[in-house]
Nanobody, 123 residues
Framework: QVQLVESGGGLVQAGGSLRLSCAAS????????MGWFRQAPGKERDFVAAISGFREYYADSLKGRFTISRDNAKNTVYLQMNSLKPEDTAVYYCAAGRGFNYAYTTKGFYDYWGQGTQVTVSS
């Protein structure tokens, strides 16, 4: 069982930045595809970004503003979010999936999920 713990959420003004972190308990962390999803109130949980090895994948609408990265020595994945907008307000979830396949944008690919961290962007 892999445990994922997100941190770094909070309240920020529009145009500001936040960096989310997700610490994993798994020793073989480097073999997992790590993803970030977000869920706004009343909406579906949507794909944000994923990283497999050091290959990065993004939702088209977020390219250029969000950056995913990982530190395998720390079993941690990060999501740097810049130029934040009120519509980025959501609970952000970290997820881990074994190996890699091209279903990385879908929730069903991932085996483990964190508890989520709230990001609120004020206008």
């Amino acid at each position: 069982q892999v445990q994922l713990v997100e941190s770094g959420g909070g309240l920020v003004q529009a145009g500001g930045s936040l960096r989310l972190s997700c610490a994993a308990s798994e020793r073989t962390f480097s073999t997992y595809t790590m993803g970030w999803f977000r869920q706004a109130p009343g909406k579906e949980r949507d794909f944000v970004a994923a990283i497999s090895g050091f290959r990065e994948y993004y939702a088209d609408s977020l390219k250029g503003r969000f950056t995913i990265s990982r530190d395998n020595a720390k079993n941690t994945v990060y999501l740097q979010m810049n130029s934040l907008k009120p519509e980025d307000t959501a609970v952000y979830y970290c997820a881990a999936g074994r190996g890699f396949n091209y279903a990385y944008t879908t929730k069903g690919f991932y085996d483990y999920w964190g508890q989520g961290t709230q990001v609120t962007v004020s206008s």
